[in-house]
């Protein structure tokens, strides 16, 4: 896996669909192919390493505080999603941040209701919402499906770390029927090579 970005100086169609998925940024980057060959790879921006998802392709988000996007077949067949933000931050949909005093559970529940109301999202069923370990750290673990705005059901598997002052969430979505098994085991194993590296966390 490369590390960095590279910018388009155009906007056009790539500038849509990311105007589309996470706000206006101007200027849409340039998808680059992850590089094969052993880990962990530094991703800076979010103050992490981690290895795998080799030939999926990767665009980060510098201008959002770091976010990392990867799909191996387009969005509409996979994605994997990696964020960062304060945890004082409002959740998108809500009007509550997480407190340090929250438990795992808490902050998984936030992070639902926040999903719930997110456009094209219907019929959201929990599949299931545990405890999980990710870069030897404390997160929450969640499998759940939903309806998008063609009726199409679509699976998400998403990871949720508080990591000192920050929240960490990966996620993988994918349509449930064929696509979700197919590519649900990269996801885990990238998951697993996650290694934090907050100074002082």
Same mark, same amino acid.
């Given at each position: 896996?490369?590390?960095?970005?590279?910018?388009?100086?155009?906007?056009?169609?790539? &500038?849509? #669909?990311? %105007?589309? @998925?996470?706000?206006?940024?101007?200027?849409?980057?340039?998808?680059?192919?992850?590089?094969?060959?052993?880990?962990?790879?530094? %991703?800076?921006?979010?103050?992490?390493?981690?290895?795998?998802?080799?030939?999926?392709?990767?665009?980060?988000?510098?201008?959002?505080?770091?976010?990392?996007?990867?799909?191996?077949?387009?969005?509409? #067949?996979?994605?994997?999603? *990696?964020?960062?933000?304060?945890?004082?931050?409002?959740?998108?949909?809500?009007?509550?941040?997480?407190?340090? /005093? *929250?438990? #795992?559970?808490?902050?998984? &529940?936030?992070?639902? /209701?926040?999903?719930? #109301?997110? /456009?094209?999202?219907?019929? %959201?069923?929990?599949?299931?919402?545990?405890? &999980?370990?990710?870069?030897?750290?404390?997160?929450?673990?969640?499998?759940?499906?939903?309806?998008? /705005?063609?009726? @199409?059901?679509?699976?998400?598997?998403?990871?949720?770390?508080?990591?000192?002052?920050?929240?960490?969430?990966?996620?993988?979505?994918?349509?449930?029927?064929?696509?979700?098994?197919?590519?649900?085991?990269?996801?885990?194993?990238?998951?697993?090579?996650?290694?934090?590296?907050?100074?002082?966390?």
């Amino acid at each position: 896996m490369r590390i960095g970005s590279r910018w388009s100086g155009a906007c056009g169609v790539a &500038a849509l #669909l990311v %105007l589309a @998925l996470v706000g206006s940024l101007g200027c849409a980057p340039i998808w680059s192919p992850t590089a094969k060959g052993p880990g962990p790879h530094p %991703l800076a921006s979010i103050q992490i390493t981690a290895s795998g998802l080799d030939d999926w392709g990767w665009a980060s988000y510098e201008a959002l505080g770091g976010v990392w996007h990867f799909t191996r077949q387009g969005d509409e #067949l996979n994605q994997v999603w *990696m964020r960062r933000w304060p945890k004082s931050q409002v959740v998108k949909g809500t009007n509550r941040s997480i407190r340090d /005093d *929250m438990t #795992l559970q808490e902050i998984a &529940a936030l992070s639902l /209701d926040s999903r719930r #109301l997110d /456009d094209g999202v219907a019929r %959201l069923e929990v599949v299931s919402n545990e405890p &999980a370990r990710v870069g030897n750290r404390d997160c929450y673990r969640i499998d759940y499906r939903h309806r998008n /705005d063609i009726g @199409l059901l679509k699976r998400t598997v998403e990871y949720g770390c508080p990591v000192g002052t920050w929240m960490y969430r990966f996620e993988y979505m994918a349509p449930a029927q064929y696509y979700f098994d197919a590519y649900l085991r990269e996801f885990e194993a990238f998951v697993r090579s996650v290694a934090f590296k907050v100074p002082g966390a």
